[in-house]
Structures are given as structure tokens and as C-alpha cells.
DNA sequence: ATAATTTTGATGTAAATGCATCAAAAATTC
DNA sequence: GAATTTTTGATGCATTTACATCAAAATTAT
């Protein structure tokens, strides 16, 4: 079984560290861009399934969203009739740095890509999802407060 | 192209936090068994080159590195020439502890990888292995302030 | 050899992260 | 329908992370 834990580690580490000192031309500290790429392509989430979404704490969430409302990219609406939950929404003036944050995001994918076919990256694309629905399911257990046994 | 950058980011956020809450019973806060694996298995590796074997900052490391220092599980010792640099070893109270955390991440993997073939396991190996030494030469660049134009 | 540059380690400071906990609304159970 | 449990949001606190900067040793250039 190849370990690819490590190799997956240091390919998220890296590139994330790259984004973050990238993106701070445009006043986004750390991890921020990922929170607002995925409300800019999922109008009205809510900040549980944010989440979920980008498998981070709820906690952190929260903070790293009420930072983006701060900086008004990002909107919070209460709901109609459910009053326990807030609607996410970017603003008109997120739009420009989420085209920013995703033409990075492509090039950096493009640089780890480079010397791959194109039936590689496909392949790729597809083992990595596979193993990320895998690896989902453990993490929200872990997060419900669960203990894995082996 | 696929969003490989996604998936590896969520595979990476999920496993490393489930890791972080499993290991705190052996007394290892949030990213502590990264930098106690590597030194085990790298007996004498100074500081600089674990930064850029696990890819993070130099002060990151350093941090990482002087706590476990304080908690005895790694001893620094100076080189006989070169004055400047300190080699890292894990003490023998080290052993039991890499040992379980090895095996921790042995299992994450099986989880991934549980419905891969392990022709399909083999190949995501290499595909990522290739992706990480593309990324590398990128992150390594940006750490000494190089700017990426796209 | 001397000066300039790079390497390696270190720390102050600001910020994100994540656990524990709380609170209120919603959903479920009895 | 009342009581219990779950869901969702929020904050205090301790900790890691990372940038900027410094310092000293080593390396390279002049």
C-alpha cells in the first residue's frame, strides 16, 4: 500500500501556503479563500454544511465567515422560517478576487499536473475523489465524537 | 482538467484532524506527530531539511521541534564542525509513541484506499508522487520570495 | 583576505485553528 | 404535547502557524 498520506500532505501544504501568501494582495489572511470560493459557488449555504463542504471544524468556520462579513465579501440573511440557521451570500465586490482566487487555483493545479496525460489527470482526478467519499465518511464520525478502532 | 486541488485539500484537512484528536492521548498537540515521525525516521536531519521534507515555514518547524524538545521526545545535539547547525534524534521514549501513530496512519490510509484495486492504489501512488515533485519546485521558490506569474 | 551573500537558527507579534462550552431553535421520542 | 436530543451558531481560551526580523556561522565573490 503506497503511502499516500505523506504525498498528499505535502501537496496541500504547499499549495496552500503558496495561495495564502498570494492572496494577500488582495487583504485575504490565511485559509480565507477557501471559504470564499465555496460561498461564491454556493449561494445560501449554511455555515454547518460550509463545513462539511470544506471539512473544517464548525468553529472555525464561523470565525473565518463573521472576518469575511467584516470585510464585506461575504453576507449573512437569516432564514424565512427556520430561525436557528443564517444564508451565506457573497457580495458584488467578492466577485473579482474569487475570479482571481480560481485562475491561481488552476494555474497551481496545472503545475502539479504538468507532466501528466490528460488520461492521467482524468484518473487521477477520479482515484483522488473516490478515496476523498472514503475518507469523508471517518471524518464525520470523528467529528460527531466517535473513536475509530483498529 | 480535474480539481485535484479540491480533493487532495479535503483528504488532507480530514486525515490530519482526525490524527490530531486521536494522538493528543499521547500528550501530541496539532501537527506534532508530522515533525516526530520524520525525525525518527531521519535520525541527525536539521531543522531546515524537515521544513522542506514535510513543506512547511522554518519557523514552524522550529517551534514544532523545541516542544518536542521540552517534552523529551527529541534531542538536539551540535555538529562537531559546522557550528550553525543542529541534528535532531528521537529518544527512546519516542518509540513507542512513532510506532502508534505509524499504525494510525497505516489504518487512515487503508481508509482511502478501501475500495481502490491495488493496481489502483499503485497508480495513484506514482500519479501523486509526480504531483508532489511538480509542486515542490514551485513551493520552494516561493519560500525564498519568488513571485509566480500567471 | 575582505566583503557581500546565503544558510540556519531563533524570537516577537499577529492571526487562524480547534476544543470546551454555552444558548436557542428545531426535531425526535415518549 | 411535554420532555429529551440534535442541530446550528457563537465565544473564551490555549495553541499552532507564519511573517518580519535579527544574529551568527558558513559560503561565495571580489
Redesign the interface.
Not at 500500500?1 to 498520506?5: C, E, F, G, I, T
Not at 504525498?7 to 503558496?18: K, P
Not at 485562475?103 to 501528466?116: F, G, R
Given at each position: 500500500?503506497?503511502?499516500?498520506?505523506r504525498?498528499?500532505?505535502?501537496?496541500?501544504?504547499?499549495?496552500?501556503?503558496?495561495s495564502n501568501?498570494?492572496f494577500k494582495q488582495y487583504q485575504l489572511t490565511k485559509g480565507q479563500y477557501?471559504y470564499l470560493v465555496r460561498i461564491c459557488e454556493h449561494p445560501g449555504i449554511i455555515q454547518e454544511d460550509l463545513g462539511k463542504l470544506?471539512?473544517?471544524?464548525r468553529s472555525t468556520v464561523i470565525r473565518a465567515v463573521q472576518k469575511l462579513v467584516a470585510q464585506g465579501l461575504v453576507e449573512k440573511r437569516p432564514d424565512a422560517t427556520n430561525h436557528k440557521i443564517r444564508h451565506l451570500f457573497a457580495t458584488p465586490q467578492a466577485q473579482p478576487i474569487y475570479a482571481r482566487v480560481i485562475?491561481?487555483?488552476?494555474?497551481?493545479?496545472?503545475?502539479?499536473?504538468?507532466?501528466?496525460t490528460p488520461t492521467?489527470?482524468?484518473?487521477?482526478?477520479?482515484?483522488?475523489?473516490?478515496?476523498?467519499r472514503?475518507?469523508?465518511a471517518?471524518?464525520e464520525a470523528?467529528q460527531r465524537g466517535q473513536t475509530?478502532h483498529?
Open positions: 500500500m503506497p503511502d499516500v498520506l504525498e498528499i500532505g505535502m501537496i496541500a501544504r504547499a499549495l496552500d501556503s503558496i501568501v498570494e477557501l470544506i471539512m473544517v471544524e485562475a491561481e487555483n488552476t494555474h497551481s493545479t496545472q503545475v502539479a499536473l504538468q507532466d501528466l492521467e489527470q482524468a484518473q487521477l482526478g477520479h482515484l483522488l475523489q473516490r478515496a476523498r472514503n475518507v469523508a471517518d471524518w470523528v475509530r483498529y
